[in-house]
Every structure is written in structure tokens, then in C-alpha cells.
């Protein structure tokens, strides 16, 4: 059922099964490599900016994030979800290979309900019901990635597609607390978040956005709250962090430059902000993402 157009995308009402979920989902895919670890037990703590979906192409680990646990194994799939800190301990002695599709996932409203969908059956892990399948589609992935084909994204995410449905608990009820949300709440989601994706570069104000919504600041607090489980405060921080963090990467920005294009009001501010988000500090992840141990 079709709410109403903002843009060019309809919104639509919620979703009560994984297919119409996916079906109304739309994936951007960030980056596809691989990642190494060296058999070392030593657990490794991180936040992403992102979903990660990982193949186990050797090794087993222990993956943990939120209140879910997993013991995965070679042939395992595991997603994890942006802005939460998950673990990763390799069995001793083993080394661990993944592979690993990053990706974002819209319309914004979705992203909590997606969640409980694909974590709830079995924690983080599954074991797909074709592993070889799944491997071929992966390797063909990476390569065709890192040659800079145009078909790359496309078949990224013909692999969620494949993948996700297994994940799938078809007993989640994604109309139960606290997971419903109404058209008028995915309407408020989908146009705030619209609105602060263009004002990134700037400090986002609510008391700014609210006016150009219509809304008051009371409700659009508690929509967030209700269907996210943040506010709308932290979740427009993880918008302009997302951002920070592939100027970070990908550039030759200095932090200050980063700061002053980035609405911050110093380089230390950016930097504290930063850290409160993922952990490390900006120059840290740069220094970790240049020799390749940022996955």
C-alpha cells in the first residue's frame, strides 16, 4: 500500500514478512574485500558505519554484538549492524578468512525492524543452505569489485537477496512492540532524514528541522525513539559520522579541514566525536585504514 510520494520514492506501510521487507529494501553497497586474521586469540572490538554481511571462507570465531552471540564456522554467514560495537575472537591457532559485503540499508525507518527480522532466529550466524554457492558468488564478487566493474553493486546484491531470506525468522512478528510503526512515523522518519542528509555539512538543528517538518520537537523525538530506539540527535550524528569517516579514509584532509567542512567546531571537537562513535580516533583509523587493518 502506497502513504505517498517524497521525491522520487513511495513510502510504503510496514512490512509482515522478510520478502516484502526485502522487497520494499533498498541496499547501497559501500565496499566487498577480505579480510585476514592471523590465528592470534585475541578478541577485536569495533564499530562499523555500516551493515556487514561476512562469509567464513576458513577459521571459526566468536561473534558477539548486542544481545547476540554466535560461534560461527567456515561456511557461515554473519550480519552485523552499524553503530553498535560487536566483538570478534578467532579460535587460537586458526587463522580467519572472510569475506565481507558493507552496505547501508533505506529507507531509514526500516533499520530497527530489519534488525529483529535477520538476528532474531539464531543470533548472528547461519549456516547457508548452499555454502559452496554462496562462496562462488562471493569470490566472483571481490574480483569483479576490485576490477571497478559497474556490475558490482548489482551483484552484491543479488547476494543479500540469495543470503538474508535464510537468516530469516519467519516467526519474528515485525508489527509487535517494539518494533510497529505507522505511516504517519515512517512518513516523519523517511523526510527528516532527507532534510538532514542535505544540511550534513553544518550543524544539524532541530529546532531548524522541526520548523521545515511541521512537526514539534516533542513528536519528532519520540518517533524516533519509538521506531528506532534513538534520537533523533544520535541518529543525525551517525549520518555526519558516516561521512567523517570516508573523508577520513579516502582523503588527504587534514582534521582541521575535516572539522571546518564537517560543521565542527575544532579539529579536537571532530576528533572527541569521533572517538565517542567508533572508538579509535580519527588519525588512529586513518593510520589502521591506510595499513590495511581497517576491514
Known sequence: MTLKRVGDRPIQYQADTHSNLLDQAVFTVRSVNEAVWDGANQPVTAV???????????????????????????????????FTPYTVCPVEGQPLRCLSIHFLLSPSYMERVFDGMFHSKSGLAVKPSDPNAIHTLMQMLLESWNAGSGNAPALARAVLYAVLPQMADESFDPKAEPYAYTRSQADLIDRAVRLAAEGLAGPVRIQSLVRHLGVSESRLNKTFNDVLGIPPSRYFMNMK????????????????EISSGMGFSSAFHLSRAYKDTFGVSPSQFRKQFRMGFVK
Do not use: C, I, W
Open 48 to 82: 562499523l558505519s555500516n551493515y556487514e554481511l561476512l562469509f567464513l571462507l576458513e577459521g571459526e570465531a566468536a561473534f558477539t554484538q548486542k544481545d547476540y552471540h554466535s560461534d560461527a564456522r567456515t561456511g557461515d554467514v554473519v550480519l552485523l549492524s552499524p
Open 241 to 256: 559520522m558516516r561521512r567523517v569517516e570516508e573523508m577520513v579514509a579516502f582523503t588527504d584532509m587534514t582534521m582541521e
